[in-house]
């Protein structure tokens, strides 16, 4: 009987495969996909973490007066 709320583990992806206690390297292509993706993430954190606190700043401003 399974608990509630209890998964199974998930299969390892293709990418980065777990065999006998050894990591693997991904390939070129993933890696390529990889560095894209997080080059295309810091990006975004860039624009939206200022924009974030100007938000922040702007609302506590009102809320005081």
């Known amino acids: 009987m399974k608990r509630s709320g209890h ?3 998930p299969a390892p ?8 206690g050894r990591l693997t390297m991904a390939s070129a292509n ?6 894209k993706t997080y080059s295309s ?6 624009w939206s973490v200022p924009l974030i606190a100007v938000i922040t700043a ?8």
Do not use: P, Q
């Open 30 to 35: 993933d890696m390529k996909a990889a560095e």
């Open 41 to 46: 993430f810091i990006s975004n954190l860039k």
């Open 7 to 9: 998964r199974d583990k």
């Open 58 to 65: 702007i609302i506590v401003m009102l809320i005081a007066n």
């Open 13 to 20: 992806s293709n990418s980065n495969t777990l065999s006998r």
